[in-house]
Nanobody, 122 residues
Framework: QVQLVESGGGLVQAGGSLRLSCAAS????????MGWYRQAPGKQRELVAA???????NYADSVKGRFTISRDNAKNTAYLQMNSLKLEDTAVYYC????????????????WGQGTQVTVSS
């Protein structure tokens, strides 16, 4: 199995910054795309940013120019640098990894982390 562990969430004032980390471990053959999603109370989970193994990225329009996703393939870790945070960025942030799992045979599976709370205050 594969585990994703997120860290770095917390309480920050509007205009501040946070850096989230997502470390994957377990029976990993390789990880394709990794992404950060968020879910605010009463809203659907939405994609915030994603990055391919080769480093291509895409962002939600609401975070372009403020958030940066990156990854370290050697460490199976993804990061989300969040700057100029706004009240509307408050949500639980989830990491997702499209993984090729090393079992008796290889297979693809999307794994999710447990989520980390980001709260932006005025």
């Amino acid at each position: 199995q594969v585990q994703l562990v997120e860290s770095g969430g917390g309480l920050v004032q509007a205009g501040g910054s946070l850096r989230l980390s997502c470390a994957a471990s377990g029976s990993i053959f390789s990880i394709n795309a990794m992404g950060w999603y968020r879910q605010a109370p009463g809203k659907q989970r939405e994609l915030v940013a994603a990055i391919t193994r080769g480093g291509s990225t895409n962002y939600a329009d609401s975070v372009k120019g403020r958030f940066t996703i990156s990854r370290d393939n050697a460490k199976n870790t993804a990061y989300l640098q969040m700057n100029s945070l706004k009240l509307e960025d408050t949500a639980v942030y989830y990491c997702n990894a499209g993984t090729v799992v090393a079992g008796p045979s290889l297979y693809d599976y999307d794994f999710w982390g447990q989520g980390t709370q980001v709260t932006v205050s005025s």
